[in-house]
């Protein structure tokens, strides 16, 4: 077999690799990359017609749109009309009147209360008595205590009407200006409480304090604060 003279023996190359690829000069070449060919744009699709003849798109490249204008009703939707009624919740089985609640939440939670009635707006109206643990007069959530089985006997008690959920609405106050002169000055005062709002309390708070005297230690008891101890668990306990 014969031999060319760039190689040794057949199959086998006198010139390495390194040297075969420089004599090529393989590297001098430049490559040449075709551009990708530039996609068709899609054709537009027309706007849809109105009952008039006129197209959407020609309606609204008419108007002028301001920030102090209101977009026309043609453009937006109208919200979604509420269908619910705003009812009061209904009150547990365990609530009756003079009923004696537990406070989970608020300024006197822990305290124990006299459930008188529901108002209007769903929240009950309670009472310490003022003058035992000095819970006034004061609405709550019903989510927010825990019905006890003890009971104080308002047979025959009769709550005004006029406790109700406006009773409890805060006065308007004017807004102070924030001057030296107002809070360390002479127009600064202590805020005391209304003259009605003290008698209000003391009329409502007159039966329930004599029911309470009735029953023994009964006072004592509301007068006590509700806490759990180390390894008590309020869903085992029975109130």
Do not use: C, W
Request: charged share 25%.
């Amino acid at each position: 077999m014969a031999v060319s003279k760039n190689q040794l023996a057949p199959g086998i190359s006198r010139l390495s690799r390194s040297k075969a690829f420089a004599k090529r000069a393989a590297y001098k070449i430049t490559k040449v990359v075709p551009k990708p060919k530039a996609e068709a744009a899609p054709a537009k699709k027309a706007a849809p017609k109105r009952k008039g003849g006129k197209r959407l798109g020609d309606l609204v490249a008419t108007l002028t749109y301001k920030k102090s204008d209101m977009a026309p009703a043609n453009v937006l939707t109208a919200p979604k009309a509420g269908r619910k009624a705003l009812r009061s919740p209904k009150l547990r089985q365990s609530i009756t009147p003079g009923t004696v609640l537990i406070l989970l939440a608020g300024r006197f939670r822990g305290k124990r209360v006299v459930f008188l009635k529901q108002l209007k707006s769903g929240l009950l109206l309670v009472t310490g008595p003022f003058k035992i643990n000095g819970v006034p007069l004061r609405r709550v959530n019903q989510a927010y205590a825990i019905a006890t089985s003890t009971k104080v006997d308002l047979a025959g008690l009769t709550v005004d009407a006029k406790f109700d959920d406006a009773y409890f609405k805060r006065e308007e106050q004017a807004k102070l200006k924030g001057t030296e002169e107002e809070f360390f000055g002479a127009k600064a005062q202590k805020k005391e409480h209304p003259a009605h709002r003290i008698a209000d309390q003391k009329t409502a708070d007159k039966d329930v304090l004599a029911a309470v005297a009735k029953v023994p230690y009964l006072a004592s008891y509301l007068n006590s604060h509700f806490s759990l101890s180390k390894g008590q668990a309020p869903h085992t306990l029975k109130f």
